[in-house]
Structure formats: structure tokens, C-alpha cells
């Protein structure tokens, strides 16, 4: 008997244990990167353009349940015949103009990338990139006397979306160029893009056009091709901001070692393609979960955007209709991908990351994520437990909160919004941090009793306060800015 009772009671001190251990996170007011946003690219199928602008209307702008402000585009390399067309270019641009025109109305930043130049500009006289027996496995590469050509180019496609009300803000020289491709695609060396861009990025006309120049955007974000143009100060004058993508490394690998030279010389770093697939079925909650420690992990490595693949698939957003992938893929169901990543577009876009430090005490499983953001008043903790028990999760805060907000997904909840609980300002608080669950907690900043002044009121002297395209405040405005005048009036401005 005696034996039986000492087993329940070890039983019970450890079921009671895993319920009542604590995770503490403790964060600091260090100031790491601005959060410029989050996006997905208007295509459906290939390069095909999404032609229904109520995929724009659920997942942009901050009355959609989503909230993505970052659309891509291809910049098309295909010729649609006679240089008269009614859309005023012999290039097949004209089928990105509904979506782009309400995302723009929507506020989204337009970020065009060419999959290959036009093929006439190529080695292999194709815009494909020639890995297929048909084309011969010819390489297509940008051919040395078309280096002239190609900023011109970028420039007659700005010209073109500008005409059409669908103004682009951020083009880059080429997406995957490490990556032999069959379809639409053009190799680069890092020593090729750098010849590029030292020779002939002068020729684009960024001022007249107000865009930002991204560099080649990596299959994995490898640093070379991106290093190579920021450690060369006539490159990096014209390079704005590092693009990459995450097929085959974590973002806290590549990413994170590319976006050291990117913080050094004040340039953005923007995670602009990935797909988190599961074959053929929708993605189940564990799935999530690990499509929101990616989207996570990006900004830990100093990401200023996180831009997925396609806004329309089972694995991503918006449903399609396929019935292969019922039930649950109905044609423009917002998906529980779209509820994720609804998190990290709705609550962090526009806020700084601030430094945290998570410390998972005996008897937690380790499988866990934080970090904290600060965006005006609002002090702002993501945390990801993908583990089977539920916690306690201490926050140790820089400044003394007055109120909060929660929002968890589970596997049976979407974005839920529950009230934190709290009776005075504190600076030290616990919460709830459910198994297997992402959650956003909001605090409002107690000014008066973290001992912050008030925000100084502008005066006629000083009307204007100036950002850079990232959010980041500007002592002095230089290059593409944003201006935000007392008045509430936004202003796009250039200057060199």
C-alpha cells in the first residue's frame, strides 16, 4: 500500500509539474530591425497573374482579415507582337494591372522581379533558362553587349505601371540566378551581377520612378551574391536592399549571415521566396506551426519582410477549388495558412524587433520560440510552443504595462482574442501559453509609470516626420522616403 500511494503521489506532483512549469522570457530595449511587412506573390499557377481581385481584397489593407501590405510581380520578358497594343507595351505586362491597381488602392508596396530579361538579351535567344532537352541545354545567360539593355528595360516597365496606376516601389536584377531552370530564367555569377550594377545601374532611373533596386535574389540566400555588392562601395550605392529565398536553409543560416553586411551598411533584407508545401493534402495544425517558426525564425535573423509564393494554393493562403484537396479547399476560402500569418502581418508590420532571451526552466520541453517587438505605445511578445503540454509563460518587460491583449491559434482556434488579466501596472507578468499553440500578446505602454514622456507634439517649425521604406525614422531624409506630415498626409519622395 505504502508503495502504491508513494507512486500516486510522484504521479500527481508530475502531472501537476507539467501544467505549472514556467518559460520565463526576459526582453531588453535593444533596437534591432524595423518590420516593413509581409506578402505573398500574384500568381497563379507558374507566372500566370491572379486575375481575381477578391484574393487583393481578403488577404490586403488593414480591414482584411489578413492584413499583407508586399505584393510580387514577375516582370514578364515575353513579347505580346505589335508595339501598338492597347496597353501601350509590346511586353506581356498588362495581366498583373487589376490585382496590382487594388493592392496599390489597398496601400501594398509593389515589388516587381524578373524571372529572365528578354530572351533577345540572352545567350541562348530565349527567356527560358535552357535546362531542358528542347532548348538543348543551353545555358541562357544575360549576353555581355545586353548589359546596356537591361536597366532601360526595367525602366520601360516602371514607365508602364506608373502610366497605369500601379506605381512599382522595389525592383530586383533576378530571381533565383544560381538556380538552371526550364522554364522563364537566367544564370548569373555574383561577379556577373557586379558587373552589372557597377557598370550600368546608373541607367535606372530610380528618381523619376521613386524605386528601390534589390539585388539577385538567391535560391537559398547564399552571401556571395549579395556581399559581393555591399562590400564594394560603387555597387552599394545603388543596392537598396538583399533578397533571397529559403529553399534548403533555414532562415537563421544563410539569411542571417547575408543580413550581417546588410546591417552594417543600412540596407534592408527582405525573405522575398518560399513555399512550405505538404503534397497532396491541406496542411494539418503541426504543419502550421512549423510555417509559423519559419515566418518567425526570419525575422530573428534580422529580416525586414517575409514574402511567401503563391497567394492561392492548398499550402498557402486562399483556396483553389481543387477537388483533390477537399474538403477544405474551397475556391477563395481564406485557409488557416492565411489565419497564421495574419500574426505576424496584422500585429508586427511597422514595429521594431527589441532583444529577448528565453529561459525554458527543468521539466519544459524545449520546442519553443519568443520575441518582441515595440511599435508606438503597444510592447508586443510572439511566443510558439509547439509541444504537447501547456505552460506558464513569465514575461519580464522593459517598460510597465496597464492592459493586454492575447491572440491564440490552436489547432481548433483561429486567431482568437482574449483579455489578459491584470488589476495594475506591472512590468513583470505570467500568461497563459496553451500546448501546441501561436500566440501574440499586446501591451499598452504605461508611459507615467515606466517614467517616458509624452511623444513631442510637432509645431509649425516642424510639420514633417520622415521614414526610409523599411519604417525606420530619419534624422535627415536622403534616397527613397516616406514623408508623414502633422496633418496625416503621406508623400513618397526621392532624393539623392
Known amino acids: 500500500m505504502r508503495n502504491r500511494i508513494i507512486v500516486l503521489v510522484c504521479l500527481l506532483v508530475a502531472l501537476t509539474s507539467a501544467r505549472a512549469a514556467t518559460i520565463t522570457v526576459t526582453v531588453d530595449s535593444t533596437r534591432y530591425q524595423t518590420v516593413t511587412g509581409f506578402g505573398a506573390a500574384a500568381c497563379w499557377g507558374a507566372m500566370r497573374p491572379i486575375d481575381d ?36 507595351t509590346p511586353y506581356d505586362w498588362h495581366g498583373y494591372l487589376p490585382v496590382i491597381q487594388e493592392a496599390k488602392r489597398r496601400g501594398a508596396i509593389i515589388f516587381g522581379t524578373p524571372w529572365s530579361p528578354p530572351g533577345e538579351y540572352k545567350t541562348n535567344g530565349i527567356a527560358g533558362g535552357g535546362n531542358s532537352e528542347d532548348q538543348g541545354y543551353q545555358r541562357g545567360t544575360l549576353a555581355e553587349s545586353a548589359y546596356r539593355k537591361f536597366f532601360p528595360w526595367l525602366n520601360t516597365f516602371l514607365a508602364y505601371m506608373k502610366n497605369n496606376n500601379a506605381a512599382v516601389d522595389v525592383v530586383s536584377l533576378q530571381n533565383e540566378p544560381d538556380w538552371w531552370v526550364n522554364y522563364s530564367g537566367c544564370l548569373y555569377t555574383p561577379e556577373q551581377l557586379h558587373k552589372l550594377v557597377k557598370d550600368y545601374a546608373y541607367r535606372l532611373d530610380k528618381e523619376k520612378y521613386g524605386v528601390q533596386l534589390m539585388s539577385g535574389e538567391s535560391l537559398c540566400f547564399q552571401p556571395e551574391y549579395s556581399d559581393i555588392l555591399l562590400n564594394d562601395p560603387e555597387t552599394r550605392e545603388h543596392i537598396d536592399i538583399i533578397g533571397g529565398h529559403l529553399y534548403g536553409n533555414p532562415p537563421l543560416d544563410k539569411m542571417a549571415r547575408s543580413n550581417k553586411a546588410a546591417v552594417k551598411y543600412g540596407k534592408g533584407t527582405w525573405m522575398t521566396e518560399h513555399s512550405v508545401e505538404n503534397g497532396p493534402r491541406l496542411p494539418n495544425w503541426h504543419d502550421e506551426l512549423i510555417f509559423a517558426e519559419e515566418v518567425h525564425e526570419s525575422m530573428l535573423a534580422g529580416a525586414n519582410a517575409y514574402v511567401y509564393w503563391y497567394m492561392i494554393a492548398h499550402w498557402a493562403f486562399i483556396g483553389t477549388g481543387e477537388s483533390q484537396y477537399q474538403p477544405g479547399n474551397d475556391y477563395g476560402k481564406l485557409l488557416r495558412r492565411g489565419y497564421v500569418m495574419s500574426h505576424f502581418s496584422k500585429n508586427i508590420t511597422g514595429s521594431t524587433r527589441l532583444g529577448s532571451k528565453a529561459s525554458v526552466h527543468v521539466g519544459t520541453n524545449s520546442a519553443f520560440q519568443a520575441s518582441a517587438y515595440i511599435k508606438g505605445d503597444s510592447l508586443i511578445v510572439m511566443a510558439i510552443d509547439t509541444t504537447k503540454n501547456a505552460f506558464d509563460l513569465r514575461l519580464n518587460l522593459p517598460y510597465k504595462v496597464k492592459s493586454g491583449i492575447h491572440w491564440l491559434s490552436t489547432s481548433d482556434k483561429n486567431c482568437e482574442k482574449l483579455p489578459i488579466e491584470m488589476s495594475e501596472s506591472a512590468q513583470t507578468i505570467t500568461v497563459n501559453l496553451p500546448a501546441r499553440s501561436l500566440n501574440t500578446y499586446i501591451f499598452q505602454i504605461d508611459r507615467e509609470a515606466s517614467g517616458i514622456s509624452e511623444m513631442p507634439v510637432a509645431t509649425p517649425e516642424t510639420t514633417s516626420v520622415y521614414y526610409d521604406i523599411h519604417g525606420r525614422k530619419m534624422l535627415e531624409p536622403k534616397g527613397l522616403y516616406i514623408e508623414k506630415r502633422s496633418d496625416g498626409t503621406i508623400i513618397k519622395h526621392f532624393k539623392r
Open 53 to 88: 481581385v477578391n484574393v487583393i481584397k481578403t488577404l490586403y489593407g488593414e480591414d482584411s482579415p489578413v492584413g499583407l501590405n508586399i505584393v510580387r510581380m514577375e516582370i514578364s520578358p515575353n513579347l505580346i507582337g505589335d508595339v501598338k497594343t492597347p496597353w501601350d
